[in-house]
């Protein structure tokens, strides 16, 4: 289900970035795992929201850890793994092709269907600890 962040953080507030999906179900290693996102302009206390979320997925203990920081480029947040979150700053890699070949394409797609399972139970924990909040 690759839409199940999605629903999560619809849940939170309102969404003000196109609804994107944090993988292609249909071709689930076409993209990086990453999903850019943020709360409409009308949402109240948006910014103590990212506070928050922010928290939450830094206290993940899942498989996989997951970091929510600012995108470059936009006013969008991103959610991705860590992992990914470094080697793509660190070696200036920005594609999949990129990644496959630092990693190797079967390593590639094993952490990947790592991190997309993962991504599932990240959802439920974001959803529970928020809940917690209200």
Known sequence: ?????????SEIGELG???????????PYSKLLA????FSDKEVNR???????MYIIDS??????????????RKNLIIEPLEFYYIRRKFDMYCVAELE??????????LM??????SENLA?????????LS
């Open 124 to 132: 439920d924990y974001i959803l529970e600890e928020w809940q917690k």
């Open 60 to 73: 993940y203990q899942g498989k996989t850890k997951w970091v929510l920081h600012k995108s470059n480029s």
């Open 47 to 53: 910014n103590q929201k990212y506070f928050h979320l």
């Open 1 to 9: 289900m690759s839409h199940k962040l999605t629903d999560v953080l």
């Open 17 to 27: 970035s196109p609804q994107v999906n944090l993988y292609k179900e249909s071709s």
């Open 101 to 110: 070949k630092h990693f190797g394409q079967q390593e590639f797609r094993t």
């Open 35 to 38: 999903l850019a996102f943020r």
């Open 113 to 118: 269907d790592d991190y997309i399972f993962d």
